[in-house]
């Protein structure tokens, strides 16, 4: 199995600029990338100064691309207010003629995103709010708010895991991918596959499997692993030379 090809960055310092984003998100699309995919944060810790807002970023993005998969990975729901949220992703893959995928996770105060703007900081309070906000998502898109969005039955959700917690696999397994980080190995990834297809409906569809790699790393051993995106990381202080350089050399690079 061949796995689809991201680029994922943060939006941050260097590549916070919604129209270099664009651009690289197009030159990405010339070059074979599948998709292209971006942190949100509303701060983070130093060295990270400049952050940027990655919605309105995808926006533009979705304007210079025509083929190319765009999303959060992830946004935390816990700190969004869902009617919100709904509008973005509804608008988002209108916009992009249904190209979005989102990320959905529980975030966490590491870099002071939640307490200090009031957000709530318990992580069993955050996965009761992303369980019922994801919830209340489909409501909103199966036509409490119009327009609608252009995917059928609907946006797909990706779900943030971080191994070897077992627990977001239940959740990930109701929906339609598993966004796993802080993977040790390509036989991890397999186990933490072979757990959540152990837990899903047979009929439920498609399942997407995301892995991140870092730039010119064999992605071979994660595909064989059972990844269907590999998605080329950087760090949260990324050079844009670098992320040029990888979406030069392609997808297969």
């Known amino acids: 199995m061949t796995s ?37 944060h509303i701060t983070y810790s130093a060295p990270t100064s400049a ?12 304007m210079t691309t025509e083929r190319l998969a765009l999303g959060p990975m992830v946004t935390p729901l816990s700190r969004r207010r869902i009617h919100k949220l709904a509008r973005e992703t509804a608008t988002l893959d209108v916009l992009s003629g249904g190209r979005l995928i989102l990320g959905a996770g529980l975030g966490s105060d590491r870099h002071g995103e939640l307490t200090p703007f009031g957000e709530v900081s318990d992580a069993k309070q955050r996965a ?23 995917q059928r039955p609907r946006i797909p959700v990706w ?12 959740r990930a397994a109701r929906w339609d991918g598993l966004f796993p980080v802080r993977v040790p190995e390509p036989d991890a990834l397999a186990e933490m596959g072979a757990a959540v297809a152990a837990l899903r409906d047979p009929a439920a569809g498609p399942f997407d499997l995301a892995i991140t790699v870092k730039p010119g790393h064999d992605v071979a051993p994660w ?6 995106w590999t998605l080329t990381e950087f760090d949260n202080t990324p050079e844009l030379d670098a992320v040029r350089a990888a979406i030069e050399a392609g997808p297969r690079g």
Not at 10 to 27: I, K
Not at 51 to 62: E, I, N, R, S, T
């Open 4 to 40: 689809r090809r991201a680029v994922f960055v943060a939006p941050f310092n260097e590549l916070a600029d919604p129209r270099l984003l664009a651009h690289l998100a197009h030159r990405a699309e010339e070059l074979g990338w599948d998709g292209f995919f971006l942190w949100d």
């Open 51 to 62: 952050v940027l807002d990655p919605w309105v970023a995808m926006g533009a993005m979705a």
């Open 128 to 150: 009761v709010l992303l369980d019922d906000g994801l919830d209340q998502l489909v409501r909103y898109w199966d036509g409490e708010f119009l327009p609608r969005p252009v």
């Open 159 to 170: 779900c943030a895991a971080t191994y070897p917690n077992r627990r977001p696999l239940q």
């Open 223 to 228: 595909e064989a692993a059972g990844a269907t």
